[in-house]
Each structure stands twice: as C-alpha cells, then as structure tokens.
C-alpha cells in the first residue's frame, strides 16, 4: 500500500505552489519544506492580489505582510505581523518558529529580525498593485464604496508519508487597511492550527471575524473527539457564524480547511469558495464550494470557472 500523504490549500491560487511540493512528498519529503515551498510559490506570484509580492496595500499605499508557520510535531510557532519590505514571510515565520522566545514578531522587530537572519529585502509594490489602489481610492472619493476588500489569505495543511504534519499562512490583509492592521493569519488558533496527532486547519476570510472564534483551533479540538474533518469544519464554522450573526448582528465571509492524519479531509464556507486538495490517491485539484443549509457542497471545478479565473486574474487595471 501507497504511504498516506497529503495537502490541502485555501484558494485557486494555491494550486501551482501545491503541484510543485507534491513532487517533493512523492520523494517523502517532510511537511515543514513542503508546506513553506508551496506557500513561497503564491508569494512570489505578482497576479495574486492578496499574498506577497503583488498584495494590495493598506490605506497608505504600503504593502503589510503577515504569515505564520506551525510544526505539527513539536507545536512549534513563528509568526510575523505586518512587516515591509522583505520577500517570503513564510520563510521568516518558519525561521522565528525555530526559537524558544520571541516568536510573534512585528512590524519593524519583524523586520530588524528578517535582516538580521539573512532574508532578502525588496520592494512588495508592484505597479498593478499599485494601479488598483490609485482606483479604488478614485472609488471611494466619487462612489463612496467600501475600501476593504481582498482579504484571500493562503493557508495550507500538509501531511508527509512520515505522519508529520505542518500549517502555514500568508497575507496581505485587508485591502485598504489601517496601518498596521493585523487578522486572524498569523494568530495561532484563529488562522492556523496543528498537531501531528490530531489533524490541522486554516482559515480564510474576514479576520475580523475568525478571531472571534478560534476557528481553526475549534476545528482541530473537533477531530480530537474523533469526528471526520467535513463534519467538524462544518459544525465549526456554522455555529460561529450563527452565534455571530445572535450577538454581534452580522457575520463576515468566512472559510476554512482541514485535514487529520490519515489524509482525510474537510471544508467548509459561507460564501462561495475554491481550495486545492492532493493526495497519495488525488491527483493535484480544484474544487468550489459553497454553503447549503449549514452544509457544504463541494464540487469540482468546472472548465468554465478556471477559464474565468484566468481571465479574471490578468485583466488589465
């Protein structure tokens, strides 16, 4: 029998970087390179509007980064918050993870850390980024439109051949956020959480929101009582947006994915959702999900919507 693994990402955008690191856990690589290979590949995509280099800024035209980085194994955490100018925040996540204090770094110790440790500094401003912000500040002006948008963050659960497992996040927040806004992404319990034993989740959405619940840490407590990873996303998520809609009057997009160590999976939604699944048994693909009477429908992806995600993702500004 084929050793168990497997890999399981939020957004189409994920794809790519999770086709390159299953080649790496077919040669039984660990999860902790994988996750962080897949996770540097959306990174480094300039058309992603909500990741790395390309990510939307915040209302002073900065682009903010948050990320985060959890072994499985040994409970390990590196996160960063809102730090400029430095490529890869996946790859500084997982360095602070490797220390025994000092692990959630922010803006500029984030960045004095980052130096400090080698990591290449760059300018995360692309011109399109830039074009989309002169835009929507004209929109806000002339329309009154909302100035936040583009909150996709990418989150990733993997599983190697070995029985490790590793989580990992990457943002750039809220489009049009205040400066130095930080969500659920790099929170530990709300945006991510691992145990080798148990399973992982991560969450996408308004973090606003997913912090209200320590969604991806209810998700992983779920699995421990032995419920399958559809049925504890799903009960996870819908009874925080129902308890949020009772007392708070309004519950934002919220999303989330997860796997336990026997490569089994689950998703859930309130919104329309895409993510990317792999597996010893599953090729590399893309599936959308939507809610359905506080269940989630998943489909695969139809020809139709990739070609219009394409299409969408290099339209002109």
């Known amino acids: 029998m084929k050793p168990k693994w497997g890999m399981i990402a939020t957004w189409r955008m994920a794809y790519e970087g999770i086709v390159e690191a299953v080649q790496s856990l077919e040669r039984k690589q660990y999860a902790n390179d994988c996750v962080e290979l897949a996770i540097r590949h959306v990174e480094d995509f300039p058309f992603y509007k909500s990741v790395g280099y390309g990510g939307l800024p915040n209302e002073q035209c900065e682009v903010e980064l948050d990320a985060a980085f959890m072994d499985g194994n ?83 659960v993997c599983l190697d051949s070995m029985g490790n497992m590793a989580t990992a996040t990457s943002t750039s927040g809220l489009f049009m956020k205040k400066k130095g806004r930080v969500g659920d992404s790099p929170l530990s319990g709300s945006g991510f959480y691992v145990d080798s034993d148990i399973g992982g989740a991560t969450a996408t ?24 990873p559809q049925n504890a ?23 989330v994915v997860c796997m336990n160590p026997d490569g089994e999976w689950g998703v859930s939604t309130n919104v329309e959702f895409s993510f990317v699944v792999a597996s010893h048994d599953l090729e590399p693909t893309i599936y959308i999900a939507n809610p359905q009477n506080k269940q989630t429908v998943i489909e695969v992806a139809s020809e139709k919507w990739l070609d219009q995600y394409q299409k969408r993702i290099h339209q002109p500004v």
């Not at 130096?115 to 004209?138: I, Q, S, Y």
Request: net charge positive; aromatic share 8%; glycine share 12%.
């Open 74 to 156: 040994t409970l390990a955490i590196g996160a960063i918050g809102g730090i400029m100018d430095f490529k890869n925040p996946v790859s500084i996540a997982r360095k602070l993870s490797e220390e025994r204090y000092n692990n959630f770094l922010v803006g500029a110790g984030a960045e004095k850390y980052a130096h400090h440790n080698g990591f290449e500094r760059t300018n995360m401003l692309t011109d399109r980024a830039k074009k989309w912000w002169d835009k929507r500040v004209k929109a806000i002006h002339e329309k009154g439109l909302s100035p936040y948008d583009g909150h996709d963050t990418v989150g990733m």
């Open 205 to 228: 959405g308004l973090g606003e929101d997913i912090m209200k619940g320590c969604l991806s840490y209810e998700i992983v407590r779920l699995l421990s009582e032995g419920k399958h």
């Open 233 to 255: 996303a799903d009960q996870a998520l819908y009874q925080l947006t129902d308890k949020l809609q009772r007392k708070y009057g309004t519950a934002g997009a919220m999303s």
